[in-house]
């Protein structure tokens, strides 16, 4: 047996923001899977800022992505074929499943998702990577304490918008920073953050930092970098925590552009700052435990959460290219099939 | 009574490096101490880099000194009238003396030196700050473990050159980053380093850095910031720790130049590095500690350290440019006085 297949493949490196020009639609047919393989519907995608690097011409110690190749993307689907004993057909798996309609993936790489918790997209999102990142970032490595000042960017988006709310029951006194009325209204309304500052308000970054945290900021969690970054640097207080978990104000920088900025050296000298660099995976021994108490908190209505669900595989550099804006809120998904 | 004092005072800020045209000489008189107060007859003076900082027109967050007063220095030297009453005449004592024969000053703010320790200059150095700014970053924030590799620049000074021996004593292998032969063979000679990088070489010091460390950097310490910090990040080990302790290399900027450098952000996420800002007071209460257990490796013959000594107190701007120099090696004192 075998199945029509379509995939977006890349077939152009990106400079500045990705489009869709850097993708074209193609044919194929997926065969049946060899020993250990598993071929997997896919119903949803995930669209996720890292990728993008994998998209310049020059990687700088990020694995570059081949031209012509279909585009990199974890998603959820079920299971139409399967030689591998852990899969069984009607199954529903979660991976790096690829832009396309269906994925010949290695059932090694793929883990079961129990479509009795929860929408199985939330094993994208909520109870996936972005759940769990904001998870660990926030309770291992961030760690706010009642009264604390915690900022954090890339508000509304699928991994601080969990992070902010789990430092909200942590205690600590929440800032977003975000773009737009859109999502400034999503994260005090909804989520519940004690304030907000809006990037792309004219005026002084910096002073609409100040004026939003002033207290100072206790805990920073950064997924933007850049300028961003520079503004909360004023107001960071003595022995603050800074976690790295993004940078994506540097993501569409051009292969031979150096992401510059003033040093911040002196200022975590003199204020004894501590600067934790965050990657998920650390915590992949413990992915259980943050799963089940996030899921208690969803339950209990103590953690809210919201999707952006684009439509049709053709969709995904649409998708994609609006990771980059300030249109959405919460988890970004494609909708490939309804599975 | 009173004393006849000859006082180096501040007369212009400096941009670039500091020279002798930013100081002047000039005559007062110490009058009797009041109620508190203690006058010392000063002997030594250390030189340090950090006053650097207030001498500059912009203060950036650090506090600028005004100019027309007496430069500000450590010092110690001998009691020769008090009215405070944990000193007597002829004790010795050491603080915040400032660039003079005679020091009028709160006896608060004066700490007791013992001087059957060992010469009382190193209450300035190795068995004084310098010492304790070793210890403690080295002990405390850097950590390093038996088979670690560790990095350290302005590795000849009066810090570095302590910390570099207590890497040692914990099993690391150690490697400073120094200019010129003077300080590449006393730290891979006398001090025992493992390996050394001449910053001042011609060739790439990228290029330096990684063939010093093959195994690249578990613990860098960093006193200098700038090119050379840029420089190890290529070589930064997965989970490595980064200890902020100067940056030499920046104290020397205009007022209106701002430190830029590429940002490390990325690179620090992908390694999970930890960064953390050191002050030597945030441990002034574990100091006696520190002080005992220097004391005991120095008497052991485990930890060496040298001074570089001017003689008498008009040569202390030359003394203080040439800590940005190369021609020095462990702590630069200035002898005022034979107390």
């Known amino acids: 047996m075998s199945w029509p297949n379509r995939q977006i493949k890349l077939v152009s490196y990106a400079e500045g923001l990705p489009g869709e020009e850097h993708f074209a639609l193609a044919k194929a047919t997926t065969p049946d899977p060899r020993e250990g ?15 993008r690097l994998q998209m310049s011409g020059s990687a700088d110690g990020v694995p570059q992505l081949p031209l012509d190749t279909v585009m990199i993307g974890r998603g959820v689907g079920r299971v139409v ?64 304490q009642p009264g604390d000042t915690f900022l954090i960017d890339a508000a509304a988006g699928s991994v601080a918008s969990i992070a902010g709310q789990i430092a909200k029951l942590r205690g600590a006194r929440v800032v977003g920073i975000a773009g737009g009325d859109v999502q400034l209204d999503y994260i005090t309304g909804e989520l519940g953050f004690d304030a907000a500052v809006d990037y ?69 000298i003199t204020k004894r700052v501590t600067i934790r660099g965050f990657l998920v995976g650390d915590f992949s021994d413990e992915y259980g435990d943050g799963l089940r108490e996030l899921a208690g908190w969803i339950r209990e209505g103590k953690i809210a959460y919201r999707e952006t669900v684009f439509s049709g595989l053709e969709a995904c550099p649409q998708a994609f290219a609006g990771l980059f804006g300030s249109e959405h809120v919460g988890k970004m998904l494609v909708e490939v099939a309804d599975v």
Chains 1, 2 share one sequence.
């Open 37 to 51: 393989e598993v071929v997997v519907r896919v119903g949803y995608l995930s669209m996720d800022p890292f990728p």
């Open 81 to 144: 074929a399967s030689r591998h004993p852990d899969f069984n057909e009607g199954d529903y798996a979660a991976g790096d499943l690829g832009w396309q309609d269906y994925a010949l993936v290695s059932g090694d790489g793929l883990r079961p998702v129990d479509p009795t918790l929860g929408p199985v997209s939330t094993c994208l999102g909520v109870l996936g990577p972005s759940g769990l990142a904001a998870y660990f970032s926030t309770t291992k490595l961030g760690q706010p």
């Open 200 to 268: 792309k308000a004219p005026g002084d970054i910096t002073e609409a930092i100040g004026a939003a945290c002033p207290e100072g900021v206790d805990v920073f969690q950064d997924l933007v970098g850049g300028a961003i970054h520079d503004a909360v640097m004023d107001h960071i207080n003595p022995h603050a925590t800074i976690v790295l978990i993004g940078t994506i104000a540097s993501y569409n920088l051009g292969p031979d552009e150096v992401d510059m900025g003033p040093r911040h050296l002196l200022t975590w």
